[in-house]
């Protein structure tokens, strides 16, 4: 169920610094189910981290503007995906990432907008840091405990270069593909107007329920999960 949209008397008054499209070239995509299509690969000059993140636009977004002229004030379709090597690309069960990845390559397909791929590993933390987490996870610490054990924040994610992509595509209204409440509101804090918060499909299983339960639990996520979930690997 959709959420309503957010009110503009409540949008952030704060523009990050500017960045600009220094890249933009086709892509053609075939997930790992058989699925395919075409994506615009943008990558960008002025990010304030001075991390290599990528936007893809998908569906009408995948042809420059000036050969699809789009109706004004259409808000696009726009997943914020943090980086998850285990589960983008190895499949990991651990988590959800790699089923919610391909999911939302699906959906902005079919409504049009940009899946903005954040090289944000572990919630901000790294891989080897991840790692470290999933050790203690064997442990008996849920995902978030992990990160703080390690001297982490429980969610490092900074989404200012993700409003910084935006804007550098002329996207200031986005419709966010999300369960996470912290997603649009620090979109929202940084200018950007929040028409609609798309929920994600809820990609549970035995090896990952745990880690769900917790997200809703203590991310607020908005996760509607089997009254009795199964154990996490």
Do not use: W
């Amino acid at each position: 169920m959709t959420q309503p949209a957010m009110s503009p008397e409540s949008l952030g008054d704060t523009l990050p610094p500017p960045a600009t499209v220094r890249t933009s070239v086709l892509v053609p995509l075939a997930l790992a189910d058989g699925f395919q299509t075409v994506a615009l690969a943008h990558t960008f000059s002025g990010l304030v981290d001075g991390l290599e993140h990528v936007a893809l636009g998908l569906g009408d977004r995948a042809a420059p503007r000036d050969l699809t002229p789009r109706p004004p004030g259409t808000a696009p379709l726009v997943r914020l995906h943090s980086e998850c090597l285990t589960g983008d690309v190895f499949g990991s069960r651990r988590c959800d990432c790699g089923p919610q990845l391909n999911e939302a390559v699906r959906r902005i397909a079919a409504a049009g907008g940009y899946l903005l791929y954040l090289r944000q590993e572990g919630r901000g933390i790294g891989l080897y840091p991840k790692l470290d987490a999933y050790v203690l996870q064997d442990r008996g610490l849920d995902t978030y405990e992990a990160n703080l054990a390690l001297g982490f924040g429980a969610d490092e994610r900074d989404y200012t270069v993700a409003a910084q992509m935006l804007l550098a595509l002329d996207t200031p209204r986005v419709r966010i593909l999300t369960n996470n409440p912290d997603k649009p509101a620090q979109l929202q804090r940084l200018g950007l107007e929040i028409t609609r918060v798309v929920p994600t499909a809820v990609h549970v299983s035995a090896a990952n329920a745990h880690y769900l339960s917790t997200k809703a639990r203590s991310g607020a996520h908005t996760l509607e999960l089997p009254a009795t979930p199964g154990e996490s690997d």
